[in-house]
């Protein structure tokens, strides 16, 4: 049962990973001087938190509705705690991309939470 609950986590992952590196991408927001191992190391800890207070919680109780929910409450609490800590220190305070942002990461993480309640779904329940 354990491995099935990591092997489902690491499919969830790319999700993740792929949505929100696609949307900088696509909005051209990458910077050429992108830290590849600090944007791997958040990642791994994001994806760690999503997966334990909105996937598994969601899958726990069978509710595809409850991971969704905490996905993009977790989305939420994340990316507003990143853009108010990096607005803090910068000495700016944009607050329309932080709503931008903070909008974005609550949409991901619910989509990637719900996509992630599918697929222990099929790997649990098989």
Do not use: C, K
């Not at 509710?63 to 705690?81: C, I, K, N, P």
């Not at 974005?104 to 649990?124: C, E, H, P, Q, W």
């Amino acid at each position: 049962m354990e491995y099935r609950i990591l092997f489902s986590y690491f499919l969830t992952v790319p999700f993740l990973v792929g949505i929100d590196i696609g949307y900088q991408w696509f909005f051209n927001l990458l910077s050429p001087d992108t830290r590849w191992s600090a944007l791997a190391g958040f990642y791994i800890v994001y994806s760690l938190g999503l997966y334990y207070f909105a996937i598994y919680q969601g899958f726990s109780r069978q509710s595809l509705h409850l991971a969704v929910l905490s996905g993009a409450v977790f989305g939420f609490f994340m990316y507003a705690t990143y853009n108010f800590s990096i607005m803090s220190v910068l000495g700016e305070l944009n607050i329309p991309v932080l709503f931008v942002d903070v909008a974005r990461g609550v949409l991901m993480s619910g989509i990637v939470a719900g996509i992630g309640y599918y697929i222990n779904r099929l790997m649990l329940s098989a």
